[in-house]
């Protein structure tokens, strides 16, 4: 059977995903009827590429069952590694300008003092940090891209598993790896600007495209790398790799005894998983324009599980329709748009009690609707799970049986 | 004699009210002597005038003196005589004599002149007014002359206070008077020898007072010598080579060019700014201007243009070479005598080693502390999770409810030492109450979903922090500790620790010991380890483990809120104040093995130490010493994954 066959929901989500960005180019400011704006297209631009990071996060926590709380971290990761050549390839740009301006042409320590000056004045230095060696290079900066939060992943992931730490504490110990991270970056000698962050992503160096256009050719991009991130996805758990996987979720010691190396499998997972998160990041801080060292804080991983667990884990579009439908309808309650409401004795402000309420859906979710809103496709496609006289706790400890669940 | 004789005659050919009274009068004569200064009252003349009379050896002078300062003393315009004034309103005043205190009388203002010495004047007044305030009865106008030298130190300070010392009679006032004497002995004695004496009697004292007063006498200056000798005379620290890691050769030859001993050298800017001066035709001295964004190209060009005269040769290395050859560098101190400076090193070497064995107890009091606000946050959570197994994500906002119950009680009892002792129950209660809602509406329903648990409390937590965020403001709430709390306890100098950090530290023992004792000796504690070890077993042999359980999420939620109330108390009432603990509490509590009481302590001490250690090293930076540490700590879960106090056999649960 081919792999479209097998998989089915594939082709309805490049179907409708392609559908999807057709409606956008036409409508946009840039090359369509001007419908739908600039800033609206970043944003669904960025909402995509947290489609692909929830992605991955689904790959790692609803098929391998590792509750990473620090895959948002390797996505910021990987907008601070393309964050570093569009600011210095951007300030280089500016600072030769400038230069040039002169009687006498600068050489070219001249204009890295200049860049260097441009860019670290903010934290009271002028000296490029090592970290900054290879910013120049594009190419350079676009395999960082995948490799910074790749070795991280690879590291960190190495010592966990290898001393078989499981379940939560896991959690709570990539947690700490998210926030040493989140700390180190605050610093100012850190060497990427400290709270500061690096700014100015959104223009490209050497392209002098309205941001309209600019902002459309990342929103094809991040289309194309959901795309390819969800097929390679799908592949991935559709095969011998993905059983393991599940097997790894459902009852890890079962699996070692089966003689497979759990801890290969989880490390696999991990890196992998990290390296798309990256990706996903590259593409979305350009789009924001800015990165700072909070878009990584622990809080930001737990909302990266909220939204997979919400539009349900275990099945990739899930993920995504999680990802998407939080975080619009999240930017709409507090971007003000929404509308009061007045009760007479008390106006509900939706900026204020947005986040009240969705922790309180999240809870529910947890407690009644363990399979999110993807579980409303069962309905539809009349997918049953399998009949295990017990209650149905979901993807992780579903396949124990009403026994062991209750125990 | 004769000048107060002389000035006697002047008076008395100018005055008719005061006709020849001043050998009765020994101040007014002195005044008189330096009338012309004290009208004038000009900062850089008056000093005569202000020793005439501080030195009259007189018995009113300290009362002079002190009218004068106080801008009380009034001259007659009649006939030039001083007197202490005393305004009785806008238009008229009483004056009095000075030699005799005698009221003289009512004058009209007019015929009258305010003597109104400037601030610097009074500030000499203020010095003079020293030797007589450290002898004044009032014991508190002694500690207030001694403050104020302690303060400023001063020469003319060492005299009076040397004889000031022989009569205290305040044991307390005594000791600081001799102290204070030895340090301006050490500053200011002219005999070198007796100098040296009291840097050896100070011997290792802690004060930073000594230290204030030792380290200007090891201070030394960086001096450059033209020739191969230095003058004598000099108190050379040391000889300074050019080159070496003190001294780079570029800054030893700065100090040459400051010092106009070599020429400057021609910097790149002043290259590129004196080409672009010279630029003739799209060419300077032959060199296209195109090709100048090289530094070799520049170089070539500026010779070019030194060749035609028109710009100052370059330095090159072989000019800083000879320049440096025939100078010397060295360090001088400026005290001039050898014997003090030595000494000096010495006793501030001596103080150095002293200085570190303090610090290092100060670090370790200061990790202490931190080490039980560490145990306070987490002991809730080492029931919670340690003993349940629940990880509960709100807890931190438990510690939030708590600190927040002890704000709203301390709007409504102002007295704050009641405050704190009501709303340290309060808050139990209150959080109590919140974790018993909390365990039966969510937590029971997910006892064998770890992970979900985890997500679901994460939930409730956002939900809590923005609830106070909206009832409270984003802004800090205080929580003030009662007055006795404020202060610290002082060992010396260096080491100290506030009372509030001992409160908590004592906190936290006793929460050690409730636990302890709750826990072992009570049947609710039975009960709970039954429930722990096995659930079902417990539950035939007749206990409800539902009860039990919510028992248990109760009393950690509540220690989580009373721990607030401790950790309001020095840290600012936010919403995000259980966040900041959240982390290093899970840390805390997996660092030092889940499941027992004593590895939550140990790994609060191991976090504690930890920090503060790193934060030694790096004194500058707390975030590097968090990254580090937390760092460390996911290296340390590899070898010991189960925690320092690792459970064993059947306790350990799987």
């Excluded at chain 1, 992998?272 to 990256?278: D, F, K, R, Y």
């Excluded at chain 2, 990880?391 to 405050?419: C, D, K, L, R, W």
């Excluded at chain 2, 709430?477 to 306890?489: F, M, V």
């Excluded at chain 2, 039954?530 to 417990?538: I, L, P």
Aim: overall charge neutral; glycine content about 10%.
């Amino acid at each position: 059977m081919s792999f479209a066959a097998r998989n089915p929901s594939v082709l309805i989500f490049l179907s409708v995903l392609a559908l999807f960005t057709l409606l956008v180019t036409v409508m946009s400011e840039a090359i369509g009827t001007g419908l739908v704006s600039t800033s609206f297209v970043k944003i669904l631009g960025k909402t995509l590429c947290l489609a692909l990071v929830a992605v991955a996060m689904d790959l790692v926590w609803g098929y391998t069952g590792i509750l990473s709380l620090g895959h948002f971290a390797f996505f910021g990761l990987g907008g601070y590694m393309i964050g570093m050549w569009l600011m210095y390839e951007r300030t280089h740009e500016i600072a030769a300008a400038a230069l040039a301006e002169g009687p006498i042409p600068p050489t070219e320590a001249e204009i890295t003092a200049a860049i260097g000056n441009q860019i670290f004045g903010v934290v009271g230095s002028s000296d490029f940090p090592p970290v900054w060696a290879f910013a120049d290079s594009l190419t350079l900066q676009l395999a960082l891209v995948v490799m910074a939060p790749g070795l991280l992943a690879l590291i960190f992931g190495w010592l966990a598993f290898r001393s078989r730490v499981t379940g939560v504490y896991l959690s709570i110990l990539t947690q700490a790896m998210t926030l040493a991270l989140a700390l180190y970056l605050f610093q100012n000698d850190s060497g990427l600007r400290g709270n500061n962050g690096l700014s100015g992503l959104q223009n490209l160096p050497g392209v002098d495209a309205p941001q309209s256009h600019v902002s459309l050719w990342f929103f094809w991009a991040s289309a194309l790398a959901l795309g390819v991130g969800y097929v390679f996805a799908a592949w991935l758990v559709g095969g011998k790799f993905g059983s393991v996987m599940r097997g790894i979720r459902d009852n890890e010691a079962r699996v070692r005894f089966l003689g497979y190396s759990v801890e290969s499998y989880k490390l696999v997972v991990f890196t992998l998983t990290a390296m798309i998160a990256g990706i996903a990041g590259a593409l979305y801080y350009p789009q924001a324009g800015i990165i700072n060292p909070a878009e990584i804080a622990p809080i930001a991983s737990i909302y990266l599980a909220v939204w997979v667990a919400i539009g349900g884990r275990g099945r990739l579009y899930g993920a995504v329709i999680g990802a998407v439908f939080v975080s619009l309808v999240s930017s709409w309650f507090t971007g003000g748009q929404a509308p009061d409401v007045p009760l007479g004795f008390y106006t509900v402000k939706w900026v204020d009690w947005w986040l009240v309420v969705l922790g309180l859906s999240f809870v529910l979710v947890t407690l009644f609707a363990p399979r999110g809103i993807g579980g409303l496709f069962d309905l539809v496609t009349e997918r049953q799970p399998p009949e295990r006289h017990g209650a149905n706790l979901g993807p992780d400890a579903g396949s124990l049986r009403e026994k062991e669940a209750s125990q | 004699m004769v000048r107060i004789f002389l000035a006697a005659l002047v008076v008395a050919a100018l005055s008719f009210a005061a006709p020849a009274r001043a050998q009765d009068a020994p101040m007014q004569a002195v005044l008189q002597a330096h009338a012309e200064l004290i009208v004038k009252s000009s900062r850089k003349a008056i000093g005569p005038a202000i020793d005439a009379v501080a030195d009259s050896g007189l018995a009113q002078t300290q009362d002079v003196l002190q009218t004068w300062q106080a801008k009380r003393m009034w001259q007659r315009k009649a006939d030039g005589v001083f007197f202490r004034g005393e305004e009785i309103d806008a238009k008229t005043s009483r004056l009095y004599d000075f030699d005799t205190g005698a009221d003289v009388g009512i004058f009209a203002n007019s015929d009258l002149k305010q003597v109104k010495p400037n601030s610097g004047v009074r500030a000499m007044l203020g010095a003079a007014l020293v030797r007589f305030q450290l002898r004044d009865p009032d014991p508190s106008r002694r500690a207030e002359a001694l403050a104020a030298i302690e303060r400023a130190p001063s020469r003319q300070a060492l005299a009076p206070l040397r004889a000031a010392i022989g009569d205290e009679t305040d044991p307390a006032l005594k000791a600081r008077k001799v102290r204070a004497e030895r340090l301006l002995t050490i500053a200011f004695d002219d005999d070198d020898a007796i100098r040296v004496a009291a840097i050896r009697d100070m011997g290792g004292d802690l004060g930073v007072d000594l230290r204030a007063t030792l380290n200007p006498l090891v201070a030394t200056d960086l001096r450059v010598f033209a020739g191969g000798d230095l003058p004598g005379g000099l108190n050379i620290a040391r000889h300074v080579a050019p080159g070496d890691e003190t001294l780079p050769r570029d800054t030893a030859y700065d100090m040459l060019v400051a010092a106009s001993l070599a020429p400057a050298r021609i910097t790149a800017e002043e290259i590129r700014a004196s080409l672009a001066r010279h630029i003739d035709g799209g060419y300077v001295a032959g060199v296209p201007v195109a090709q100048l964004n090289a530094d070799a190209a520049r170089l070539r060009a500026y010779d070019g243009l030194v060749a035609q005269g028109l710009v100052p040769a370059r330095v090159n290395d072989a000019d800083i070479d000879g320049a440096l050859a025939s100078h010397r560098f060295a360090e001088v101190f400026a005290e001039p005598s050898p014997a003090v400076t030595g000494a000096a090193r010495a006793a501030l070497g001596q103080i150095e080693t002293r200085v570190s064995a303090n610090q290092i107890l100060d670090l370790t009091l200061d990790a202490l502390s931190l080490a039980s606000i560490y145990f306070l946050a987490a002991i809730g959570l080492a029931i919670t999770f340690g003993v349940m197994g629940v990880i509960n994500m709100a807890h931190g906002e438990f510690i939030m409810m708590g600190a927040y119950t002890g704000f709203v009680v301390q709007q409504m009892i102002p007295n704050h030492t009641v405050s704190i002792l009501v709303a340290i129950p309060l808050a139990f209660a209150v959080t109590f109450a919140a974790g018993v809602v909390m365990e039966r509406l969510v937590i029971r329903w997910l006892y064998n979903r770890p992970l979900e648990t985890l997500l679901a409390t994460f939930g409730i937590s956002i939900a809590l922090q923005q609830l106070a965020k909206n009832i409270f403001g984003t802004q800090a709430r205080p929580l003030t500790a009662p007055a006795w709390l404020d202060g610290a306890w002082v060992l010396n100098d260096i080491v100290s620790i506030s009372y509030i950090r001992i409160a908590i530290a004592v906190l936290a023992l006793i929460f050690l010991g409730v636990f302890l004792i709750v826990i072992k000796r009570t049947r609710l504690g039975l009960e709970i380890r039954a429930v722990t070890q096995n659930r079902r077993m417990a539950a035939s042999m007749g206990i409800n483990p539902d009860r039990v359980n919510v028992l248990t999420f109760g009393l950690g939620s509540g220690i989580a809120g009373v721990a607030g109330v401790a950790i309001g108390l020095f840290a600012k009432v936010t919403s995000e104040l259980g966040g900041d603990y959240i982390v290093q509490s899970f840390m805390t509590v997996v660092v030092g093995g889940v499941g027992n009481i004593w590895g939550t302590l140990a790994g609060a001490t191991m976090i504690g130490f930890l920090q503060k250690g790193i934060e030694w090293f790096n004194p500058s930076n707390t975030l590097a010493a968090q990254t580090y540490m937390i760092a460390f700590i996911i290296l340390f879960i590899q070898f010991r994954p189960r925690g320092i106090v690792a459970l064993r056999g059947r306790a350990a649960g799987d």
